[in-house]
């Protein structure tokens, strides 16, 4: 069985730094297509970080995020991390983590876990 499990968030003033982890198991984790999402109250599930293969270290990122987020993973610990810097209140959501598995084709999400920008 499939488990994403997200840590890190919590409580952050304007302009400080998160880094939030993800620890997959019950799939093999290099074969994931991984990505964080993000839900503010009232609005719909946005994109904000990906790999755009498996294999390969390319990304892609909101506008809203580029050259303040960067999405990395660690086969060897079945772990993908969004380090989070320069925050700012508008990036105040619960943040999921996503991975879709190559072989099967289905896509799995964690619990999510709140991050909070506020003074």
């Known amino acids: 069985q499939v488990h994403l499990v997200e840590s890190g968030g919590g409580l952050v003033q304007p302009g400080g730094s998160l880094r939030l982890s993800c620890a997959a198991s019950g799939f093999t984790f290099s074969y994931g297509l991984m990505s964080w999402y993000r839900q503010a109250p009232g609005k719909e599930r946005e994109l904000v970080a990906t790999?755009?293969?498996?294999?390969?270290?390319?990304?892609r990122y909101a506008d809203s995020v580029k050259g303040r987020f960067t999405i990395s993973r660690d086969n060897a610990k079945n772990t993908v991390y969004l380090q989070m810097n320069s925050l700012k209140p508008e990036d105040t959501a619960v943040y999921y983590c996503?991975?879709?598995?190559?072989?099967?084709?289905?896509?799995?999400w964690g619990q999510g876990t709140q991050v909070t920008v506020s003074s």
């Open positions: 790999f755009i293969t498996n294999t390969g270290g390319m990304t």
């Open positions: 996503n991975a879709y598995y190559v072989p099967s084709g289905r896509t799995h």
